[in-house]
């Protein structure tokens, strides 16, 4: 089958050839449709993507993406942010879990955050009011929140997870997050056998960091789920360690949660397990789960092992070094 790949801007080429070469090792028989997308395309060549890339996409349904950057105050809009609008990738799915050998505070972190993508304040429907007045509208529909939280309990069913946690802040805002509540409860009720409970959001952020362990699957409204998303990659380790997977109906786009990291780019030294652990997810979605298995498994071991990890984790490996180490492994 085909894929498309975007390896990005930064350390995005470095990590997109560690994909390539995993592929190959694992003979999951992927035919990558690689495109140019981001800043540094857009200084060469005066757009953001290369010609043929959303179509590309739209064909094949299934994207693996790097870090892309946005040029600055050039009225460029944001990749991320076109292909969710063009490909409707309504849920932002990201597996949260503790990986033994990663320095973090907590060993038992394993928890999923389905994240609504499409709608309440991240929407866009932001004017002024006057000179001095500023106004935002979360806009919050009953579509979208059955959508999203329908998501969070098939995805629990169909990977054994018990418990779904919805987050909001219905108390306070009665109407929006309210209507994100309800729907969330008459979702539930279709899944008698998965426990359903909800948590305030502030509430659930000092639970977060005293006790994860507690949470198993969280779905929110865009806005709440993207920061969760970014505490609870802290709480495992950092961006290293942090996948994606951006999914619609027809279109599935993987992707590391981190950024295009200029700061370590082309030095040979990004730390690629983000992308290959958002590889791994595609693989798992399309029932390749033997190969998803050996390369989270081979992931786990390298860098339980940590005599051949990347500098971010207090290692000395190169980016071919720990792709290396770790096919050895597969
Ligand atoms: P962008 O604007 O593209 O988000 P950024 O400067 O915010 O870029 P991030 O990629 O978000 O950079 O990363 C923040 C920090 O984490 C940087 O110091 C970067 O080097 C480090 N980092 C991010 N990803 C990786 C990785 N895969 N391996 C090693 N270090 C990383
Ligand atoms: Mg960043």
Not at 97 to 111: A, C, I, K, Q, W
Request: net charge negative; glycine share 8%; hydrophobic share 40%.
């Amino acid at each position: 089958m085909k894929a498309v790949l975007i390896p990005g801007d930064g350390i995005g080429r470095e990590i997109a050839q560690s994909v390539k070469a995993v592929s190959k090792a694992l003979d999951t028989g992927i035919e990558w449709l690689e495109y140019e997308a981001g800043a540094e395309y857009a200084a060469a060549h005066g757009e953001l993507l290369q010609p043929g890339l959303l179509d590309e996409i739209e064909r094949c349904g299934w994207a693996l993406k790097g870090p892309t950057a946005t040029p600055i105050g050039k009225g460029f809009r944001s990749i991320n942010v076109q292909l969710r609008q063009r490909f409707s990738t309504y849920a932002n799915l990201r597996p949260v879990s503790s990986l033994p050998g990663v320095p973090t505070r907590f060993d038992n972190v394993d928890l999923v955050i389905v994240r609504e993508n499409t709608e309440d304040l991240y929407k866009g429907i932001e004017y002024m009011l006057d000179d001095n007045t500023a106004n935002g509208i979360k806009l919050i529909t009953r579509s979208a929140s059955l959508r999203i939280c329908r998501f969070a309990f098939d995805y629990a069913r169909r990977h054994g997870r018990k418990k779904v946690t919805a987050v909001h802040k219905a108390n306070i805002m009665k109407l929006t997050d309210g209507l994100f509540l309800s729907c969330f409860r008459e979702v539930a009720a279709e899944y008698p056998e998965i426990e359903a409970n909800d948590v305030i959001i502030d509430a659930l952020c000092m639970k977060l960091v005293q006790r994860p362990e507690q949470f198993d699957v969280l779905v929110a409204p865009n806005l709440y789920g993207d920061i969760i998303s970014d505490l609870c990659a802290g709480l495992v380790g950092g961006l290293g360690f942090a996948p994606s997977a951006n999914i619609g109906d027809k279109v599935r786009i993987y992707e590391a949660v981190h950024g295009s990291a200029p700061d370590i780019a082309g030095k040979n030294m990004a730390n690629p397990s983000a992308i290959l652990m958002a590889f791994a997810m595609m693989l798992r979605d399309l029932d390749h789960g033997d190969a998803a298995d050996r390369l989270t498994n081979a992931i786990h071991s390298l860098v339980q092992e940590g005599t051949t990890v990347t500098a971010d984790i207090g290692g000395t490996a190169t980016t071919t070094e720990f792709t290396d180490a770790l096919i050895a492994r597969l």
